[in-house]
């Protein structure tokens, strides 16, 4: 009997271990939150000239931008991108480690031409993503937009950085 008084004790004293929330130690460093910094805004147009999109877009062009993205971001609004611009036009590879949002991928080439497209990357692949030609800009956008705006290869970007 004194057994099963201990065993339910000592039940009861684990369901309330599991049931406590925890609580943060002095020295426990808190999960990085990364919150959207606009940095400027950017056109997609068509080659006939019409306007298919706005975006306000977050500049990453250090290495440490760069290596980043939107690694560990939750949420970006619609009209939210973020614009990678590299030193010189190349075949960068991408791939989503780390990246919680599905995105659709546009690389550009240094004269703005949109030449590769890749739509609905899966959040947290590491399978390489690979464009076809040179570029020195990637846009990266919610998974989706490419689709709604009827963006192709061929269109441009033209953007301005805020000062």
């Known amino acids: 009997m004194l057994k099963k008084q201990f065993l339910v004790l000592g039940l009861i004293g684990i369901c309330f271990l599991f049931s406590c929330k925890k ?13 959207f910094r606009q940095d400027g805004t950017l056109d997609i147009i068509s080659p006939a000239g019409i306007k298919k999109a706005t975006f306000a877009i977050e500049i990453a062009e250090t290495e440490e931008e760069l290596m980043q993205g939107l690694k560990y971001r939750e ?13 010189f036009p190349d075949i960068y590879d991408f791939w989503m480690q780390d990246t919680y949002l599905p995105l659709d991928m546009l690389f550009i ?8 497209i890749y739509e609905k ?8 993503i690979t464009p076809r030609s040179l570029h020195k800009y990637v846009l990266e956008v919610n998974a989706g937009l490419v689709k ?9 970007i033209t953007w301005k950085r805020h000062s």
């Open 121 to 128: 990357a899966i959040p947290f692949s590491e399978n390489r």
């Open 23 to 35: 609580t943060a130690s002095p020295n426990s460093e808190p999960a990085p939150k990364y919150e």
């Open 75 to 87: 949420t970006m609004a619609d009209n939210q991108a973020m614009l990678f611009i590299f030193e």
């Open 109 to 116: 080439s240094a004269d703005g031409t949109i030449n590769y």
């Open 148 to 156: 709604k705006f009827n963006i192709k290869t061929g269109d441009k």
